[in-house]
């Protein structure tokens, strides 16, 4: 994958993530104490998934920047709109977010390991760490969504 085409990638990653940062900023808006904690928690991870890509891109000479045609960027690029009243909503609808978001690392992770370049082989093990932790949010809010009513 050439220089600018993995940047442009690497930003609609950084765009996501950003997404997913505004989803879990809300977390002392939940009412369930392990919500809050686990949000918090994963606020913190969301966080460090920026700071791991934006590292990428500013060592690869790129710069990063956020992707935002117009309107909610998780709307935007997965086609819904959150505007859910309950927290079952709001966990049903992020457990989708993070589904989504682990098929995408899945699909952006094998694009790099079939380039033999070592670069992206080192990039794939970064995004494969992003890809794991977005793998383990959606199993902890689909376990989540069996505790709701």
């Not at 392990?34 to 700071?51: C, L, P, S, V």
């Not at 457990?95 to 682990?102: D, F």
């Amino acid at each position: 994958m050439k220089d600018r085409e993995l940047i442009r990638e690497l930003n609609k990653i950084l765009t996501l993530e950003h997404g997913h940062l505004g989803m879990y900023e809300n977390f002392l808006n939940h009412r369930d104490k392990d919500t809050r904690r686990t949000f918090r928690r994963f606020m913190e991870i969301e966080k460090e998934h920026i700071n791991k890509i934006t590292a990428v891109i500013l060592n690869m000479g790129g710069k990063p920047s956020i992707i935002v045609e117009s309107g909610d960027i998780i709307g935007q690029l997965f086609g819904i709109t959150i505007n859910a009243a309950t927290d079952r909503e709001v966990i049903k609808t992020y457990s989708y977010i993070e589904k989504k978001s682990h098929q995408g690392y899945s699909d952006f992770v094998t694009k790099l390991e079939d380039d033999s370049e070592a670069r992206n082989q080192f990039i794939a093990e970064i995004a494969s760490s992003n890809m794991l932790e977005a793998q383990l949010m959606h199993l902890w809010l689909e376990d989540k969504l069996k505790t709701l009513n």
